[in-house]
């Protein structure tokens, strides 16, 4: 059985990437070592998942709220490493090709040495691969889960934060 490889365009580069799971003993130790890391993180923002309005559902995107993302990130500044994140792109990236549109049948590897020169000043659009990667990997882990929602909650506000003109309300948070 073949590993799937799904493809997603990120940025306004004209950059398209391409990510194929990771083999089973890989991802379940990236796994372990997200939810060591995430775990309190997401946890924090489940147990803040109480909506404000009888009308809306517990665990709904509504329910999240400023504060309860500003809890998450001070609980997420405490606990993400450089030594995580750097993990996390390299095992990634050993799974990731990256093309462009005026060459999409040239594929470029994205080992460390080429995330420092591709993500260089793109730093919102490299945790945009990350997200991808991680949603090709564990979709079916976090799908229809509170923790998935509330991931999916978390990086769209979070996006939207850092760039405003970068959704609109049509379009709907992908995990």
């Not at 775990?39 to 504060?67: E, H, T, W, Y």
């Not at 090709?136 to 882990?141: K, L, P, Q, T």
Request: glycine letters at 8%; charged letters at 25%; proline letters at 5%.
């Amino acid at each position: 059985m073949a590993l799937e490889t799904k493809e997603r365009q990120i940025g306004d580069r004209g950059y398209t990437y391409h990510v194929t799971e990771l083999p089973a003993k890989k991802g379940r130790a990236l796994l372990v070592r997200l939810i060591k890391t995430l775990g309190p993180v997401f946890g924090q923002l489940v147990s803040d998942m109480k909506p404000a309005d009888p009308k809306v559902k517990a665990g709904a995107l509504s329910a999240i709220n400023g504060q309860s993302i500003s809890r998450a990130l001070s609980e997420l500044a405490g606990r993400l490493t450089e030594a995580d994140l750097e993990h996390v792109c390299q095992v990634l990236g050993e799974h990731s090709e990256v093309s462009d549109e005026e060459n999409p049948d040239h594929r470029k590897k994205l080992t460390p040495g080429a995330q420092e020169f591709h993500f260089a000043g793109r730093y919102l659009e490299m945790f945009e691969w990350i997200g991808f990667a991680l949603e090709v990997n564990f979709s079916d882990f976090f799908s229809g889960s509170q923790i998935g929602s509330a991931i999916a909650g978390a990086m769209a506000q979070a996006t939207e934060r850092a760039n405003p003109m970068a959704s609109s309300p049509s379009e709907s948070p992908r995990v």
